[in-house]
C-alpha cells in the first residue's frame, strides 16, 4: 500500500523511558482523533495536540509507493549502522497505516520498532515498543504494551483509574500548553502521591531537537 509521511528525520527519542536513544522518526499523515485543522480543534476529541500532521510536504515526507521504499528512505536516515536502528512510528495516529508488511520490511533491515499510538486501534502485534498515549473522550482499545504516556493534566481522565492497565511503564507528560508550568507541578505532585507513575519530560523541546 501508499504511505502518506509527513515528515522524518533523525533525532533523539525526547520523551518515554526511551528519551535519549538515537532514533529515526516517521511522523504518518492524518489522525483519527483531529483533523489536524485549527478551525476544527475547538470540535476535536482531542483538542492539545502540539503536532502538524496534515499532509505529507514536510522535511522528509512524501508518498510512498510501498513498504521498501518507507525503509529504504528510513535507513537512509539512520545511515550505514548496524548497531541498535531504532525506529519511531509516530503520527498523527500510525496505526491508521502501520501494516504487515512495513513492520516485516523494517526487522528485515535490522529497525527495532516503537510506536507512539492514541490506543484507539489495536497495535500492530509486531512492534517491538507500545506507547500509548489515552485521549479524554476516545475509546481505548490497546490496554497493554511497555509504556503508557498519560498527557497532564487532562479533563475527564483519572490517572488511578489507568494504573491496573497492563503497561510496564506509567509515565505522566506535562501538558504542554500556555500553563505549562503548572501543569509540570501537578504533574510532580501526583508522582509524590502515586509512585506507580514517574514523570516524562519533552526533552527535545529543552534542547531544541525536533
Ligand atoms: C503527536 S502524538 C502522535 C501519536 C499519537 N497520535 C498519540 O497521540 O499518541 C505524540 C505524543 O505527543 C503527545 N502530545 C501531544 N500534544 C501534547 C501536548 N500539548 N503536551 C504534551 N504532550 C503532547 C501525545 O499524547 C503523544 O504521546
Ligand atoms: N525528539 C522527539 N521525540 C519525540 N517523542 C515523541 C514525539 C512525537 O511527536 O511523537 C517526538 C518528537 O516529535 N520528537
Ligand atoms: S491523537 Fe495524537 S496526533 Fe491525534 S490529535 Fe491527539 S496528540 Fe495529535
Ligand atoms: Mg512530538
Given at each position: 500500500m501508499?504511505?502518506?509521511?509527513?515528515?522524518?528525520?533523525?533525532?533523539?527519542?525526547?520523551?518515554?523511558?526511551?528519551?535519549?536513544?538515537?532514533?529515526?522518526?516517521v511522523r504518518f499523515a492524518g489522525c483519527n482523533l483531529w483533523?489536524?485543522?485549527?478551525q476544527d480543534r475547538a470540535s476535536a476529541i482531542c483538542r492539545f495536540c502540539d503536532t502538524d500532521f496534515v499532509g505529507t510536504d514536510g522535511l522528509g515526507g512524501g508518498k510512498f509507493a510501498d513498504a521498501a521504499a518507507l525503509v529504504a528512505a528510513v535507513e537512509g536516515f539512520w545511515g550505514a549502522a548496524a548497531e541498535r536502528r531504532f525506529v519511531v512510528l509516530t503520527g498523527g495516529e500510525p496505526m491508521l497505516q502501520?501494516?504487515?508488511?512495513?513492520?516485516?520490511?523494517?526487522?528485515?533491515?535490522?529497525f527495532r520498532i516503537a510506536i507512539e499510538s492514541n490506543g484507539t486501534l489495536a497495535a500492530?502485534?509486531?512492534?517491538?515498543?507500545?506507547?500509548?498515549?489515552?485521549?479524554?473522550?476516545?475509546?481505548?482499545?490497546?490496554?497493554?504494551g511497555d509504556e503508557?504516556?498519560?498527557?497532564?493534566?487532562q479533563t475527564g481522565i483519572d490517572p488511578v483509574a489507568l494504573e491496573d492497565w497492563d503497561f510496564a511503564?506509567?509515565?505522566l507528560q506535562?501538558?504542554?500548553?500556555?500553563?505549562?508550568?503548572?501543569n509540570q507541578a501537578a504533574c510532580i505532585?501526583?508522582?509524590?502521591?502515586?509512585?506507580?507513575?514517574?514523570?516524562?519530560?519533552?526533552t527535545h523541546k529543552m534542547l531544541g531537537l525536533r
Open positions: 501508499t504511505y502518506s509521511v509527513k515528515e522524518m528525520f533523525l533525532t533523539l527519542q525526547g520523551e518515554g523511558v526511551n528519551a535519549g536513544a538515537r532514533a529515526v522518526f483533523s489536524g485543522r485549527e502501520v501494516d504487515d508488511a512495513l513492520v516485516a520490511a523494517l526487522h528485515g533491515r535490522g500492530h502485534p509486531g512492534i517491538d515498543w507500545v506507547c500509548i498515549s489515552p485521549k479524554a473522550g476516545s475509546a481505548v482499545v490497546q490496554r497493554s503508557l504516556k498519560l498527557v497532564w493534566p511503564h506509567h509515565l506535562p501538558l504542554d500548553d500556555p500553563q505549562a508550568a503548572a505532585d501526583m508522582v509524590m502521591a502515586r509512585p506507580r507513575w514517574r514523570l516524562s519530560l519533552q
